[in-house]
């Protein structure tokens, strides 16, 4: 058991790497490059690989939604890719940069025509114009003319449509870019053609040859696929020789129609269809059949029987079929047409259905990545004022404590000189009771009138401030000068002066001054008396008042000094 055990580990150790390199794409081609590479020959493999770009984003944005955008156009999916072209065109990388603007402005107003929405296609082909001129580019110039004349010539305006072709004919010969005069000239030989101005049509095919053969000339200088000249010349003789039978040019018909056998667009049987219309017109029907029933085959083995390709093919076969009486193989090929008309008419309500439902997805996607990273912006910022907010609070506490611990220290040096002021004062009003006993044993000296009157006022000031300090007038909150002078038997006058010249205040601030004291004194001995006790029993008419010359006196409340003097 553990032998089939270990068996069993070893083999699925050999095993999943092969499995997972089966379902997993190589590194290698997990770039845009390679998405490109793809997009045509293997449209599932290209988005495949699109779909790990996204995820791994390692490219710029507008480079992702731009390969985006040209992998749904190339696949038909016209509505999605439109959606990333304007993603992309929104991007400022690429709206102010003129070269890689115009490549994409180009490709839109394309995108914009085949999803029939011509009012934008105009719009963008006027866009690019602007550019362009601005630039003085006379190619992508004479592009936006061509697009502008399609456009006026689906909406009916061949007039103004000709005027634009005129315009773009110029304007790209002056550019000297054979590879786009040529595309100009095909591509009108063929709206001609539509049109039924088939000698028009001619014209522009034998301009379109001219273009040709100036690639040709200048092949190295493009960079153009191996064999695509080659190519161009068969696809090139197998239009002209339909137009020419069309406007009755048998002569150059069979010539152009000898040129396509002589190409290699003729040994190939998806391109080879394209002889048919001629083979119709010159009733070579057995050819026309032989070439439409080998298309035919190969679609069938390719699987790709709901499509254009199929559906031009029946359309050979019914005509050929008439044309040489076999009506029930033309019935048949009729009856097969008309259900791949409904089978077509059917996918393409799939495809438009698959699409939309795509784009919601999209765009419901792209809208919650928008919400996400306006989430994330909001939370950032938030966090970031959050922070900043803190560090504001941090700072303000900081100056907050400093200041107050200033405060402290200078609330610790203020009650501390207080302290020595209160212990000299004692000392002085210790030394002014014995001054009348000192005096005693010094007779007098014989003192000038002014001293005589100075030394009466200090004797007047002197017994005074004793009674009034004694007796603590002061602790009166109605006390007035007048009153004190009367109670001391003291002229008014005389008493006011004995005060300024003696105390050096007013008699208002002298007494504020004894109540202040008063105050000290109670904030130190009156734990449970409350400032506005203190206030009345100190003689302060009211709290406010007593604050006040508290606070002007020794720059601190007074619960700030009873605070520190404990």
């Given at each position: 058991m553990r032998?089939l055990f270990l ?5 699925l150790c ?5 499995l ?7 590194d290698?081609?997990?770039?845009i490059e ?12 290209a ?8 995820v ?7 480079e992702?939604?731009w390969?985006?955008a ?8 016209y509505?999605?890719?439109l959606f990333f ?8 990388a690429?709206?102010?940069?003129p ?17 029939n929405?011509?009012e934008?296609?105009?719009?963008t082909?006027l866009?690019?114009?602007d550019?362009?001129?601005?630039l003085?580019d006379d190619?992508?110039?004479?592009r936006a003319?061509m ?19 005129a315009?773009?004919?110029t304007h790209l010969?002056?550019s000297?870019?054979?590879e786009y005069?040529?595309h100009?000239y095909l591509?009108?030989?063929n709206?001609?053609?539509?049109k039924?101005?088939y000698i028009?049509?001619?014209d522009y ?11 040709e000339k200048?092949?190295a200088g493009l ?12 696809r090139?003789h197998a239009?002209a020789?339909?137009i020419?039978?069309?406007?009755g040019r048998?002569q ?8 396509f ?8 049987d998806?391109?080879r269809?394209?002889i ?8 070579k029907y057995?050819?026309a ?9 190969q ?8 499509g254009?390709d ?13 044309k040489?009486g ?5 019935l048949y090929?009729?009856?097969l ?9 059917q ?6 259905a ?7 997805q999209v ?17 950032s910022?938030?966090l970031?004022?959050s ?7 941090i700072?303000?506490?900081?100056l ?13 040096v203020?009650v501390s ?5 209160q212990s000299c004062?004692?000392?002085l009003d210790?030394?002014?009771?014995q001054m009348?006993a000192?005096?005693?044993f010094y007779?007098?000296?014989g ?6 009157s ?22 009166k909150s109605d ?16 008493f006011?002066?004995?005060v300024?010249e003696?105390a050096?205040?007013s008699f ?8 202040l004291?008063e ?6 001995k009156?734990?449970n008396l409350?400032?506005e006790?203190?206030?009345e ?5 009211s709290?406010r008042?007593f604050?006040?010359?508290?606070k002007?006196?020794y720059?601190?409340s007074?619960?700030?000094?009873r605070?520190?003097?404990?």
């Open positions: 032998t068996f069993i580990a070893a083999g050999v095993w999943m790497p092969v997972a390199d089966e379902n997993e794409l190589p290698s081609i997990i770039t390679h998405t490109y590479q793809y997009c045509v020959s293997d449209p599932e493999k988005q495949a690989i699109m779909d790990e770009l996204m791994r984003r390692q490219d710029k944005d507008w992702l939604d390969c985006q040209d992998l749904y156009y190339n696949t038909g999916k509505r999605l890719a072209f304007e993603k992309t065109a929104a991007y400022k690429v709206n102010t940069v070269s890689l603007y115009m490549g994409l402005l180009s490709t839109m107003m394309e995108c914009y025509r085949m999803n929405d011509l934008k296609a105009m719009q082909a866009s690019l114009m550019i362009a001129k601005a003085d190619a992508e110039t004479g003319y697009f502008m004349g399609i456009i006026t010539l689906r909406q009916k305006n061949a007039l103004l449509a000709k005027h634009y072709f315009q773009a004919e010969k002056a000297e870019n054979s005069l040529y100009f591509t009108v030989a709206l001609m053609d539509e039924g101005d028009l049509a001619a095919l034998k301009k379109a040859r001219e273009g040709l053969e100036a690639m200048n092949d960079s153009l696929p191996e064999g695509q000249i080659a190519y161009e010349y068969g090139l239009l020789s339909d020419f039978a069309k406007s048998k150059e018909a069979a010539g152009a129609y000898e040129a056998l002589a190409s290699p667009y003729s040994a190939d998806r391109t269809i394209h048919v219309p001629y083979l119709l017109k010159s009733e057995d050819e059949l032989a070439i439409s029933l080998r298309r035919v085959d679609l069938r083995a390719d699987t790709d029987t709901i254009e199929m559906a031009a093919a029946l359309r050979y076969l019914i005509e050929a079929y008439q040489t076999q009506f029930s193989d033309a090929y009729a009856q047409g008309l259900s791949l008309h409904k089978a077509i008419r996918k393409d309500r799939e495809n438009t698959l699409e939309l439902a795509t784009l919601y765009q419901e996607k792209e809208e919650l990545l928008l919400m996400r990273e306006a989430t994330i912006k909001r939370r910022f938030l970031l004022l922070s900043l907010i803190a560090l504001l609070a700072a303000a506490v900081a907050v404590v400093r200041s107050i611990k200033r405060t402290e220290e200078k609330n610790r203020m000189r207080i302290k020595e002021l004062k004692q000392k210790a030394l002014e009771k009348p000192l005096a005693a007779p007098s000296d003192s000038s009138g002014a001293d005589a100075k030394n009466g006022f200090a004797e007047l000031f002197a017994l005074a401030d004793q009674k009034i300090k004694e007796q603590k007038l002061y602790l006390l007035t000068r007048d009153e004190l002078a009367l109670s001391l038997g003291i002229k008014k006058s005389d006011s002066r004995a300024n003696c050096g205040f208002t601030d002298y007494i504020n001054n004894l109540r004291e105050a000290l004194r109670l904030l130190e009156s734990d409350c400032i006790a203190i206030a029993d100190s003689g302060f008419g709290a008042s604050y006040r010359q508290f002007s006196k720059s601190m007074p619960a700030e000094y605070k520190w003097v404990k």
